[in-house]
């Protein structure tokens, strides 16, 4: 495992590249992520050809002005192609197992994970090209604060929601290659998430829609709406949870222009729930 997970660990060098400043390295350290992917036929010329294109359709519209009509034709077509990246649609991508139908309790709903490169590195493009530049920045007195107060308000109202009506239960452990899960939650299925929902959607919807007072708080709700859906292979309850905790997700962002702290909102549950809960869920 360790060559196989070479991609991934540059991809992670990429994303670490990123949120310390350097652009250029980060597109490096992508580069010969992709090289190595091809190389251990963990990508295919296909899947070089959707990096590439993805990575364009988000930076042509932040480099050059093509107006706004074929700005905002340019960033549909990223976003439509975003989702077929997250959902795997995409052909090119021999993304690496980590747990195959490994079940963690008797009662547990049994769980599966990849390394995904193709929907992280949708998150990776969004990041560099589209919130990167716009961040404002870093306000430790605030943003900590804040994303705290939001992960501990959204962990007491969502998880006695999920032992009552017996999506999880009650249980403490920590499984074999729970690093390699953390690893992948924060700064893999965060970024790509937060990244594709709060930072683009919610984001671009906020710039789009008026600046009255209130109308933030609907580009939340589309956003937290959309996360939610995009969760129906877990079931109604799945989407409904998924749904609610994207609200604080979505506020977490718009209270600090940081996506670090949504990312940080996000993981703080998913933590809490892989650590303490039944994970993915119970048998139901």
């Known amino acids: 495992m360790p ?5 991934y660990l540059l991809l992670l060098l990429a994303i670490i590249c990123a949120a310390l400043g350097s652009v250029r390295v980060s597109l490096t350290a992508l580069g010969a992520a992709m090289v190595a992917g091809l190389l251990l036929a963990r990508m295919s010329p296909a899947g070089i050809f959707a990096v590439t294109a993805t990575g364009i359709l988000f930076w042509l519209p932040t480099r050059f002005d093509f107006g706004a ?3 905002y034709l340019a960033y549909a077509v990223a976003l439509l192609l975003s989702f077929a990246m997250s959902s795997h649609l995409v052909p090119g991508f021999s993304n690496l197992p980590v747990y195959q139908t490994v079940t963690f309790a008797a009662d547990s709903v049994p769980f599966t994970m990849y390394l995904n490169f193709d929907k992280t ?3 990776l493009f969004i990041y560099l090209f ?3 530049p716009n961040a404002l ?3 430790w007195r605030r943003n900590v604060p804040v994303t705290g107060a939001v992960l501990v308000c ?14 999880v239960r009650f249980d403490p452990k920590f499984p074999e290659l ?3 899960w953390m690893l992948n939650n924060l700064f893999f299925v965060c970024l790509a998430e937060e990244g594709l929902f709060r930072g683009f959607i919610q984001g671009g919807l906020a710039h789009w829609l008026p600046k009255k ?3 933030p708080y609907v580009a939340i709700a589309i956003a937290a709406v959309l996360f939610g859906l995009a969760h129906y292979k877990g079931g109604i309850a799945y989407v409904l949870l998924a749904g609610f905790a994207g609200l604080f997700y979505g506020y977490a962002y718009h209270k600090t222009s940081r996506i670090e702290c949504s990312m940080l909102v996000h993981f703080g549950l998913n933590l809490i729930h892989f650590l303490f809960f039944s994970y993915p869920a119970l048998v139901r």
């Open 3 to 7: 060559l196989e997970g070479l991609p």
């Open 69 to 71: 009509a074929l700005r």
């Open 121 to 123: 590195v949708v998150g």
């Open 130 to 132: 589209f919130l990167k």
């Open 137 to 139: 920045p870093w306000a």
């Open 154 to 167: 959204l962990v007491l109202a969502i998880m006695p929601l999920a032992l009552a009506i017996g999506y």
């Open 178 to 180: 729970g690093w390699v």
């Open 213 to 215: 007072r209130g109308w």
